[in-house]
Antibody, heavy 117, light 113 residues
Framework: QVQLVQSGAEVKKPGASVKVSCKAS????????INWVRQATGQGLEWMGW????????GSAQKFQGRLTMTRDTSITTAYMELSSLRSEDTAVYYC??????????WGQGTLVTVSS | DIVMTQSPDSLAVSLGERATISCKSS????????????LAWYQQRPGQPPKLLIY???IRESGVPDRFIGSGSGTDFTLTITSLQAEDVAVYYC?????????FGPGTKVDIK
């Protein structure tokens, strides 16, 4: 079955970077974009950006431009999201999701990133 | 950028009764070339990732019960749960995928009255 499995929880200090992985299985990895969405505790869903695993092309919400890097390793069908210059407001659960027509299915299980001094 | 709004913020409905959630986009998400609205609905239960319910505004994802109905076009959309079940307690989000800068609504929390 189509599945996305993310890496485990992270604790980072302000100013550091975090890199979250998203391992895809059950489909042809390069045929579908991977998106990243985050959710602070008790808050809504915030779309961050997309990556085309075939070309490596990316696009992101303006608020993350300059801090967000999305990459992939097609040999192991894994996508990565790196967020730099972390601040406390970046504490959230980060999800990867496969984009079908633009709708997201399935989603990864989520990765909690805590930014604390 | 397209801004999505939802109403109400929360609602409580008796078991077996109807729940209706509204979603509005700041510009039309209708593709005239395809005759489709680029609008999806998700359900998020506590502690779980979101789950796709509806895409193209009205097509149920495989395995989604038929009590979930998506409707609307252009800028105004509705998710209806025709007969609320206990397992439907969740937050529901709409999402537009009209342009490459996707966006979600703020969510509507559905509880049992």
């Amino acid at each position: 079955q189509v599945q996305l499995v993310q890496s485990g929880a992270e604790v980072k200090k302000p100013g550091a970077s975090v890199k979250v992985s998203c391992k895809a299985s059950g489909y042809t990895f390069t045929n579908y974009d991977i998106n990243w969405v985050r959710q602070a505790t008790g808050q809504g869903l915030e779309w961050m950006g997309w990556m085309n695993p075939h070309t490596g092309n990316t696009g992101s919400a303006q608020k993350f431009q300059g801090r967000l890097t999305m990459t992939r390793d097609t040999s192991i069908t894994t996508a990565y999201m790196e967020l730099s210059s972390l601040r406390s407001e970046d504490t959230a659960v980060y999800y990867c999701a496969r984009s079908r027509y633009g709708d997201f299915v399935p989603w990864g299980q989520g990765t909690l990133v805590t930014v604390s001094s | 950028d397209i801004v999505m709004t939802q109403s109400p913020d929360s609602l409580a409905v008796s078991l077996g009764e109807r729940a209706t959630i509204s979603c509005k986009s700041s510009q039309s998400v209708f593709y005239s070339s395809d005759n489709r609205n680029s609008l999806a609905w998700y359900q998020q239960r506590p502690g779980q990732p979101p789950k796709l319910l509806i895409y193209w505004a009205s097509i149920r994802e495989s395995g989604v019960p038929d009590r979930f109905i998506g409707s609307g076009s252009g800028t105004d959309f509705t998710l209806t749960i025709t007969s609320l079940q206990a397992e439907d307690v969740a937050v529901y989000y709409c999402q537009q995928y009209y342009d490459s800068l996707f966006s979600f609504g703020p969510g509507t929390k559905v509880d049992i009255k």
